[in-house]
């Protein structure tokens, strides 16, 4: 049995301030991930089949591809 991907989150799923893994667009076809802390969100629709496009704190803009946890969630753990 082989393991499907989890689909991309919805929009109402991520908010700014939240700590996600994105695949920008110059690594779509590797898939390599960058992790951050979203700044805002770009992509207008509630669904889009490769992720909700956002830009990071950091500047960065991709896709997003998991949600790792709220910022404040990230900062108590360490």
């Excluded at 989890?6 to 390599?32: S, W, Y």
């Excluded at 960058?34 to 803009?61: C, F, Q, W, Y």
Aim: proline share 9%; aromatic share 0%.
């Amino acid at each position: 049995m082989q393991n499907k991907p989890m689909p991309p989150p919805q929009r109402n799923e991520i908010h700014p301030g939240l700590r996600v893994q994105i695949v920008e667009k110059q690594n779509q076809r590797t898939g390599t991930l960058s992790a951050g802390i979203i700044a805002r969100i770009l992509t207008k629709s509630p669904n889009h089949p490769h992720g909700i496009k956002v830009m990071l704190e950091d500047g960065k803009v991709g896709r997003v591809q998991a949600i790792l946890g709220n910022q404040s969630e990230s900062q108590t753990a360490s």
